[in-house]
């Protein structure tokens, strides 16, 4: 059996075809997209991906905005880099290109990026939306994947898939889109360190193998016709580029993508070109809803339409997202699967709305004005906690007293611990305090309980120590001992 060829080139062209009339559509509009790259060091390999990328740009109408700098950058300068095309307004969206060289912190790196101009989907905040379930850019590799799977009718719902691999770039994300709902694969992840990785491999009926290995798949590791993509480079003893599958595994699977004959590559770059598209789009429409908005007074209103909503949505591969971004989804055996919208932040880190909690007494309960949640800088739970723990042992100790005969003693001791514990309310706010509502609700409710308290203390008889003229002819009590 020969396998049939998963053919990378013939997707990217109908990509391209669809994606340059929409290009077109946004230049009559006075909008040019822009897709930037930051390329650091001559690596022959990097140089040509690179090129490649800014060619299908200039094939579909995208305009390419090129950061060359040499192997020797240092990490400043490679972040200078970053932020210039952060703040660039003609760059809708930008990559930059992995590996960086030894030194360099690429997650520092990544960490810079806008996470609304991130092409490659790899800033550590749109990788989080990704297991969230939230619209976010999709990796542009496993992107690619179920691109040439769906284009040749490799059933993915249900399937056994084995991603061989544990990279950022692929190996992480591949199993987050093939679990979505809209996917429904069982996946096994394997890597260069699994126990006998041929019984897992045997298994598979889609194989994703993107481990950087010469190699490492035989035929005899592949189930007869199953589907294998390779989108694993290394190189072999003899120098040569080449990918994890050997080429005698096409004799015995039933689809594949040799590597390094670039099947899977050419769909990469179209998806960076339409998340670029997606998002100069989006804002213009944002830009056109805050307008109208504006010209019906109800400008505060109206709902912002972030970039990665947008490349959520207009993704050019279906089966992006279904109703898992939903706060409330029904699958297909009518379980409903509740999500709370405020479980990820946006894209400034605050959180997608404002709830009002109330925070029981636990090891959380840490900022009265911060729902309960200890922030940077905070103290152990313990040192967050004493003035609730003071408050409750002085009222606790009162309480005691008072049931050993000593009333008043016992019941100065209760109010005291309360009207102390309004004045810790005011006094330390960042601390953790029994919160029940506001701060200023809290030192209230306090102070008049503890104040009354007090006053009956002193007020009770025999020997009262106080005497207030209009409560004397109308309030009487006598605390009594045998």
């Not at 040569?240 to 599958?245: A, L, P, R």
């Not at 109208?292 to 992006?320: H, I």
């Amino acid at each position: 059996m020969t396998a049939q060829i998963l053919d990378g080139k013939a997707t990217a062209a109908a990509i391209k075809s669809d994606l340059t009339a929409r290009v077109a559509a946004l230049k009559e509009k006075g909008v040019t997209p822009g897709l930037g790259t930051i390329l650091v060091g001559d690596d022959p390999g990097s140089q040509k991906y690179v090129a490649g990328k800014h060619r299908d740009c200039a094939q579909v109408g995208i305009a390419s905005i090129q950061r060359e700098l040499p192997a020797t950058a240092t990490q400043e300068e490679i972040e200078a880099a970053v932020r210039e095309l952060n703040e660039d307004p003609a760059c809708t969206g930008y990559i930059v290109q992995l590996p960086l060289p030894k030194g360099i912190d690429e997650n520092r790196i990544l960490e810079l990026m806008d996470p609304d101009k991130d092409a490659d989907g790899l800033h550590p905040m749109n990788l989080g939306r990704l297991v969230l379930n939230e619209p976010a850019p999709l990796p542009c590799t496993p992107n690619g994947v179920l691109t040439l799977l769906r284009r040749y009718g490799v059933e993915i719902k249900g399937a056994e898939v084995v991603v061989v691999g544990r990279g950022v770039t692929i190996g992480r994300p591949m199993p987050l889109l093939l679990t979505r709902r809209s996917e429904n694969a069982t996946v096994t992840q394997c890597h260069t360190g699994t126990r006998d990785l041929s019984a897992h491999l045997k298994r598979a009926d889609i194989i994703v193998a993107a481990a950087g290995s010469a190699h490492l798949i035989r035929a005899e590791d592949v189930k007869p016709g199953a589907a294998v993509l390779d989108v694993g480079v290394s190189r072999s003893a003899e120098g040569k580029i080449v990918g994890d599958v050997h080429p005698d595994v096409a004799e015995v699977a039933g689809w594949i993508s040799p590597n390094p004959r670039p099947d899977v590559g050419p769909t990469d770059p179209r998806p960076r070109c339409s998340s670029t598209w997606s998002r100069r789009r989006s804002a213009v429409s944002a830009e056109r809803s805050a307008g109208s908005a504006s010209q019906a007074g109800d400008t505060e209103g109206a709902p912002a339409v972030t970039s990665a909503q947008a490349v959520q949505g207009e993704q050019d591969a279906p089966g992006v997202v279904d109703g898992d971004a939903d706060a409330v989804v029904r699958d297909e055996d009518g379980d409903l699967t509740v999500r709370d919208p405020v479980s990820a932040p946006d894209a400034e880190g605050r959180p997608r709305r404002v709830t009002r909690r109330f925070p029981l007494f636990t090891k959380d309960t840490a900022r009265p004005e911060g729902g309960g949640r200890a922030a940077p800088g905070d103290a152990f739970a313990p040192a967050r906690q004493w003035p609730v723990l003071a408050v409750l042992g002085l009222v606790g100790l009162g309480l005691l007293v008072t049931a050993f005969g000593q009333f008043r003693l016992g019941t100065l001791l209760i109010g005291t611990a309360l009207l102390g514990g309004g004045a810790m309310r005011w006094l330390l706010p960042d601390v953790g305090m029994l919160a029940v509502r506001s701060r200023f609700t809290d030192i209230v409710t306090y102070g008049i309980m503890g104040l009354a308290i007090v006053l009956l203390a002193m007020m009770a008889q025999p020997n009262p120590w106080l005497q207030i003229p209009f409560l004397k002819d109308t309030l009487h009590f006598t605390v009594t001992s045998e």
